[in-house]
């Protein structure tokens, strides 16, 4: 069975431009989530998708953002315009709910470079 | 301090010796978890203790859970030099289990 997966591993972008991240999810999980690393802090929680509608968007940090899960399969992150301050590590995980569990498996994450 | 916080943030130890990372966590959760990451690759999920546990051992990982400090250890008996991650925990909360990350712990086992 496919993991999750995420495209791209590594994008370089210039301040001011558009990038698009995508995961695939664990084919049957209900949950997606986003979250993102800067470097040298902590691994920060950004959106929770339940199929295809948001359940928790605390973490986007602002309107630069937009996430979407259309159909509920792969989701997007937009990053638009990008600014230096986005460059990190973004994982995406799934979960499939059971028994009190909640196990989140992540993607290898997309490390975005904005110069 | 941070919730999930980790202790020590960077750990260097010789094969064959023991490493034993610490978390420590504000809020009440449901259970904590432990991830591991390689270099360039994403997280995995080594272990869950539940909020009602105390101890929990799968082969060389033995996470044990004080909830009234609000603390975890992580303790990898035997290190190898592919136990080379970072090691964070994370706790999960409310009823759609929020998560959240701490720093990690780099772990260094040289051969």
């Known amino acids: 069975e496919a993991g999750v997966t995420q495209f791209p591993s590594h994008s370089v972008i210039e301040k001011g431009q558009t990038v698009t991240l995508r995961c695939d999810p664990i084919?049957?999980?209900?949950?997606l989530y986003w979250y993102r690393r800067v470097m040298g802090k902590e691994i920060k929680f950004l959106l929770h998708?339940?199929?295809?509608?948001?359940?928790?968007e605390s973490g986007m940090p602002n309107n630069r953002f937009l996430a979407e899960r259309t159909g509920g399969t792969y989701s997007t992150l937009k990053v638009q315009p990008a600014e230096l301050e986005d460059s990190g590590v973004y994982f995406c995980?799934?979960?499939?709910?059971?028994?009190?569990?909640?196990?989140?498996?992540f993607g290898a994450g997309t490390r975005l470079s904005v110069l | 301090s941070q919730q999930g916080e980790e202790d020590p943030q960077a750990l260097s130890i010789q094969e064959g010796e023991n490493a034993t990372m610490n978390c420590s966590y504000k809020?009440?959760?449901?259970?904590l978890q432990w991830y591991r990451q390689n270099s360039g690759r994403g997280l995995v999920h080594l272990i869950l203790?539940?909020?009602?546990?105390r101890e929990k051992h799968s082969g060389r990982l033995r996470v044990t859970l004080d909830t009234s400090k609000k603390s975890s250890s992580l303790l990898i008996t035997a290190s190898r030099a592919a136990d080379t991650a970072s090691y964070f925990c994370?706790?999960?909360?409310?009823?759609?289990?929020?998560?959240?990350f701490g720093i990690g712990t780099k772990l260094q086992v040289i051969p």
């Open positions: 995980a799934s979960s499939q709910v059971a028994s009190g569990k909640n196990i989140q498996y």
């Open positions: 084919s049957g999980h209900d949950n």
């Open positions: 998708f339940v199929k295809e509608s948001k359940q928790d």
């Open positions: 809020t009440s959760i449901n259970n």
């Open positions: 203790i539940r909020s009602n546990e």
């Open positions: 994370a706790t999960y909360s409310g009823g759609y289990q929020k998560v959240t």
